[in-house]
């Protein structure tokens, strides 16, 4: 079984501070990697995708890639309320179609 | 506007009751998903579609069944034969050709009366 495994959290940081958020994968041929963030009663919403290792920027959000540790994290820096929700890692199956494998999600909370 | 619809946006099932929900997507997307998630939970494989009239079953296919006779539609049906439908789904879609970013629609409630 291919798993994705992260911590459920909650990770608590105040408001401006740096989230980290990490996540684990089994199948070492994975090729694409995602984060998504979800909203309480919302569907998942991309904000992040890497697929070379290293590290990938886009506005607040840092994820970053190591293939050979198997481990891709996200960063989010000056952490605002809004970014309270659930943090999802995913992998692509290809075995599946292409399918996403999910972790169960991260809870982060900022708090003001 | 282009996207992926779902719906209805909330159902409700009695008990022996066959119940179909509706996704559709104007993205011109090939490869299409269906998810299941339960509280706490991450998001579980049903059924997946990479071309018109093929598809295919995923990690948690029993009770479930499907129908892919539009590119742009891909329809799932919770039989009675699912025990424990009561959950939220969730209908994604991508380009066919490899590791594609999957978006998702606004989901389906399911709760069984």
């Known amino acids: 079984q291919k ?22 994968y089994s199948d070492r041929v994975s090729q694409s990697f995602f984060w998504y963030r979800q909203y309480s009663g919302k569907s998942p919403e991309l904000i992040m995708s890497i697929y070379s290792n290293g590290d990938k920027e886009d506005g607040r959000f ?39 494998n999910f972790g169960k999600g991260t809870s982060l909370l900022v708090t003001p | 506007d282009g996207g992926i619809t779902q ?37 579980r494989l049903i059924y997946y579609s990479q071309i018109v009239n093929d598809f295919q079953k995923g990690d948690i ?11 742009e539609s891909f329809p799932l049906t919770v039989t009675s034969a699912q025990k424990n439908p009561t959950a939220f ?17 606004p989901g389906t409630r399911l709760t069984v009366l």
């Not at chain 1, 459920?8 to 958020?21: K, M, N, Q, R, Y």
């Not at chain 1, 000056?78 to 290809?94: E, F, I, K």
């Not at chain 2, 008990?15 to 998903?33: F, I, K, P, R, W």
């Not at chain 2, 296919?61 to 590119?71: F, I, M």
């Open chain 1, 3 to 24: 798993e994705v495994e992260q911590n459920s959290g909650p990770l608590s940081v105040p408001e401006g501070a740096i989230a980290s958020l990490n996540c684990t």
């Open chain 1, 62 to 100: 840092t994820a970053q890639l190591n293939k050979a540790s198997q481990y891709v994290s996200l960063l989010i820096r000056d952490s605002q309320p809004s970014d309270s929700a659930t943090y999802l890692c995913a992998v692509n199956m290809r075995d599946s179609g292409y399918a996403l």
């Open chain 2, 7 to 43: 719906s209805p946006k909330y159902l409700f099932r009695k008990e022996g009751q066959n119940v179909t929900l509706s996704c559709e997507q104007n993205l011109n997307h090939d490869a299409m998903y269906w998810y299941r998630q339960d509280p706490g939970q991450g998001l």
């Open chain 2, 61 to 71: 296919a029993e009770g479930y069944s499907v129908s892919r006779e539009k590119k």
């Open chain 2, 89 to 105: 789904y969730l209908c994604a879609s991508t380009p066919l050709g490899g590791y594609n970013e999957q978006f998702f629609g």
